[in-house]
Each structure stands twice: as C-alpha cells, then as structure tokens.
C-alpha cells in the first residue's frame, strides 16, 4: 500500500548541497522575495518605509520587478489591475501603520471586484506586539484588525521559518474562487535579520477549487429546460472566472437573453441577438427580468447598481450561482450554488438540453427599442457622443480602466467592451482614484499594449502624483480627464436633492502644464477634436494626458 508520505520527494545531491550552504548576506527580505518568486511571481508593487526596508532590499538580489507608486493606496489599485488583467496574484509592499493603512480603500475595491492581491506589510518589532503601548514607531494596537473586515484571511508571521507557508497560504487564499486581497504581516527584525534558511525553491500553492453539488446543478438544469422565458444575469463572476465562453454556449442552447451586470461587463457579446447589454439601471430592464419564469443569476449578488437600487422584485425561480457563499440568496431567496461559475457553468452544458426558439431575439430587440427611445427623449447627445468617440478611439483588445465620474456612470450601462475582462471601474467599493493608478498596473502587466484611463477633475486630483510613475517606468497609459470643475455626479445629486450644491466646487490646476512638468505630454480637446486627440494619444507609446472641459449630465434614473 503506498501512503502520502511515500510520495514525498527527496532532494538531488546539488539540492542538498545547495540547502545545506546557502548563500551569505541574505535576510529575512530575502525569504519573502524568494517564496514570491517560486510562487512564480514577476512583478511587485509597493512603496518602501522603515520598517519594511529588509524586503526592499531583498529585491535588489532578486529578478522581480519593481513597479513603485508614490502613494500607497495608488500602489494598491495598481496591483488590483494587474491580478484583474492576469488572473495571478499581485504582490503588494507595504510598510507598518500609515502606510499599511494608506492602502485599505484600495483593498477594499480589489475584495469587492474579486481581485487577487497579495499584500505584505511590516510590523513594528516583535517585542512591540501584543497590544502594548512601547511606543515603537508606526505602532497599531492591532495592526491585523484594520485589515480583517476588508481582506480575505490575515497571516501574520513571527519567524523567518513561517515566512515561506504563510506567504504560500496567502497566495493560495487569493486565488481561490472568489479571488480577493489578503493581508500577511512580519516584523520589522524578522525582515531584517540574517538569515542560514535554504534559499526558498519552487512552492505549490495550487487553488482550491469551488465545485458546484451536482444533486444542485441536476435541479437547474431542469428548471432552465423546462423554462417558458428564461433570462441569465451574468456578473463579475464570470469574467473573474474566465467563462465567457461557457456562458455564450449555454444562453445559445437555450435562446436565453443575457444581461450583463456592470461588474461583468464584456462576458457577453454586445451585439449577439441574445444581448441586452448592460441597461440595469432601466425600468424596462428591470420588468423583462421580472417577468422571466426562470432566472440565473452567475456571479452576481445582485446588490445595489445590478438590481436597480433594490427595486428588482423577481416572480420567477431563481437560480444563483455564486463562489462567495455570503452572497447566496442575501438579496433573493434562489437555489443558491456555491461554486465558480466556470465549473458550474461547464455542469449546466453537460445536462441542459436545446431549447426551441419562442421569440426571445425578437423580445430582446423590444427591450432594446424601448430603452433606446426612453434615452434619447431626454436629449443627452453629448454624453453619447463622447463615448461613441471614446469606443472608437479604443483598439478593442485594449483594457480601460474607469474612475467614479460621471461618463464612466454612462458607461457602465452604455459601452461596448467588446472583449471580456478589458473594462475596470471601481463601483465595487465606489471610492475616487482608481482610474489611472489602475490603468498604470494594467500597464505593467501587459507592456505595449495601450491602456485608458477616465476621471473626472475630482478623481484626478487623487492620482496627479502618478504622473512620475508614469514618466518613470513608462508606462503606455492615456488618461482622459473630463474636468467640469468639480464632483459632478455628487453636483447633481445634492441639486436634485436639495436645490443647491454644497462642497462640489473645486480648484484645479491647468491639467496639461501640470502633466508637461512631469514630462508626460499632455492635449486640452474638445468634444469635436475627442475622438482624434484620443487615437493619436492612444497610437503613441509612452504615458500621454487628454484634457475634456465639459458638463456632462447623467440620464434619468428609473428607481425613483
């Protein structure tokens, strides 16, 4: 009989060897750029601080990249970009305290958009834990409790020999479905001290995988093939767990319209019969997938933007699946599936039989019309216009990445992404600045290839320091800013709300002169000259500026 432990492989007579002298000068930096390493890590964010200095250090020995943000939430919405754009985890440096806590709004978009970052951070020496007041620089309580409530699992180390197990523990936490941030501390002296550990060698930290029940997947393949007027709500899920395909094949077989939440935009295609694209902030959205008999929801939650402001009242079953088990039925009772909507996916298609065409194309087209002409009563040809452009300018592999203003409000619902996985926004957690220190990780992931970025003057305000980073790496990033002259979602909302706005207004600086100081160029456009200033800026390597001066309304909402 063979045993695991029978399985165990033994080391070559140049491992051991190599284990038993390790080489002189390294620390315990040295074993977290390592273990990073045979993680098959490539690239690192961060920004340095005292007390992380040791795994600074470390790099210079090492073959990762560094790519160093000037702030560090900015380096957090970076490695998001990056672990969205490649699948893998984003390692993030950080040092104790304010630096540490500098990067929680960023965390806090990467859990709700289900991106992989793994970010390490110092802590003050290990005499100075416990929740003692010693007065060591940077000192927290309880460093781990701001992260807790925001990432997916905490790690904290204590030697150098948990180094390598927790940052592997870490990276396996991250990337298994639903993907997410974790949070690993060490003290500073345990970074710092020499170290006689064997150099850190290749690690598995394989994901768990998040299988649906099959007594589960037998039930909803039977409530879909018995299904009058299916319709498939597609989320973030799906692009997270790249299923786009498996999606496509199934709402063709059988002849289900798909919405895609603003979170899954670009899992269905635009265009296909079976679209209705992204318009669930629409009344006439919101009826159709009330009416449907049966209806599967993949990966969404169906929270605040993807069920109309909570005025989504299903009448149908409801089939949910979801590799986040707290989202199952938290906004709907379902037949909740905990599972990563590949495999679940993948489950369906083996089981759900063809279903005969009833007019579903023709149905979506309705839908379509009438959201069309509830748009275009209200007389927003500017605001479509700029995305028109904006779509056109944008080769259709390239990734965009949009801050919380109010043309990416637009194009949460009205833009063509046209490929999976190549539109971000931040309404996971809704906080400003994400826009373009995304657009930087995206960059980095993916050298050559352009990348946009879209903020508002508010938004931008948050991210200017970037700029250096930018110029520095060189990276290939345009960045529209659209300057109304203040928050001009928060405008309209305070106006509608009150009669006045209080606090919207802002100061800005001359955008282009600012970007030209950093040596990135820079072009103030018009709506006329939009579509050929972001073409050219998007066609020329290297980090470029497009200034917008515009006004920009929002459509009228229909959950009011």
Request: charged share 20%.
């Amino acid at each position: 009989m063979t045993h695991d432990h029978d399985l165990v492989l033994r080391p070559t007579a140049a491992q051991t060897e190599a284990a038993l002298n390790p080489p002189a000068g390294r620390n315990g930096g040295d074993l977290v750029v390592e273990t990073l390493a045979g993680l098959g890590a490539t690239t690192v964010f961060g920004l340095p601080g005292q007390h992380a200095l040791g795994m600074f250090d470390a790099l210079r020995r090492s073959d990762l990249r560094y790519v160093g943000l000037r702030v560090e939430n900015n380096a957090g919405f970076a490695a998001d970009a990056y672990g969205r754009i490649t699948g893998e985890a984003a390692p993030l440096l950080l040092s104790t305290g304010p630096g540490a806590l500098m990067s929680l709004a960023a965390l806090q978009e990467a859990a709700a958009a289900s991106a992989p970052v793994l970010a390490i951070g110092s802590q003050v020496p290990a005499a100075g834990l416990g929740g003692g007041r010693h007065g060591y620089l940077h000192e927290l309580r309880d460093q781990q409790a701001s992260f807790r409530d925001i990432v997916k699992s905490v790690h904290a180390v204590r030697t150098q020999s948990q180094i390598p197990s927790a940052i592997a523990a870490a990276w396996q936490s991250a990337l298994t479905a639903p993907h997410g941030p974790v949070w690993v501390e060490i003290p500073q002296d345990v970074l710092l001290a020499e170290t006689t550990l064997p150099v850190v060698t290749a690690l598995d930290a394989t994901p768990d995988e998040v299988v649906p029940r099959p007594e589960l997947t037998a039930v909803a393949a039977q409530l879909l093939a018995n299904a009058e007027r299916p319709a498939i709500i597609a989320g973030g899920g799906v692009v997270r767990a790249d299923a786009s395909g498996k999606l496509l094949a199934l709402a063709e077989r059988l002849n289900a319209p798909v919405v895609t939440t603003f979170g899954g935009k670009g899992a269905f295609p635009w265009e296909h019969p079976l679209s209705l694209q992204s318009w669930l902030e629409d009344r006439h959205t919101t009826d159709f997938l009330e009416d449907a008999d049966v209806l599967l929801v993949v990966g969404s939650g169906l929270g605040e933007l993807s069920s109309n402001y909570h005025t989504f009242a299903p009448r149908g079953r409801v089939i949910q699946i979801e590799a986040d088990a707290g989202k199952l039925e938290s906004n709907h009772p379902a037949l909740g599936i905990h599972a990563d909507a590949r495999l679940a996916l993948t489950a369906l298609l083996e089981t759900v039989p063809p279903r005969p065409d009833r007019g579903d194309a023709e149905r979506v087209r309705a839908v379509l019309a009438a959201v069309r002409e509830r748009i275009d009563a209200q007389r927003l040809t500017l605001e479509q216009q700029l995305l028109a452009d904006v779509r056109a300018a944008l080769p259709d592999d390239a990734p965009s990445f949009w801050d919380m203003t109010i043309l990416a409000y637009w194009a949460w619902s009205a833009f063509d992404a046209r490929r999976p996985n190549t539109m971000h926004s931040a309404q996971g957690a809704g906080g400003l600045g994400y826009g373009f220190p995304a657009a930087l990780g995206a960059a980095a992931a993916e050298p050559g290839r352009p990348v946009l970025a879209v903020s508002g003057d508010g938004g931008a305000m948050y991210s200017l320091a970037e700029l250096a980073t930018a110029r520095q790496y060189g990276l290939d990033v345009t960045w529209l800013i659209v300057d109304d002259g203040g928050y001009g979602i928060l405008r309209e909302y305070m106006t509608d709300a009150f009669g006045e706005a209080t606090g919207t207004e802002l100061a800005r600086p001359d955008f282009t002169a600012l970007a030209e100081s950093f040596g990135v160029p820079a072009v103030r456009t018009s709506p006329d000259a939009l579509r050929e200033d972001l073409t050219k800026a998007l066609n020329t390597p290297g980090p470029s500026v497009v200034v917008l001066p515009a006004v920009l309304r929002m459509f009228a909402p229909t959950h009011l």
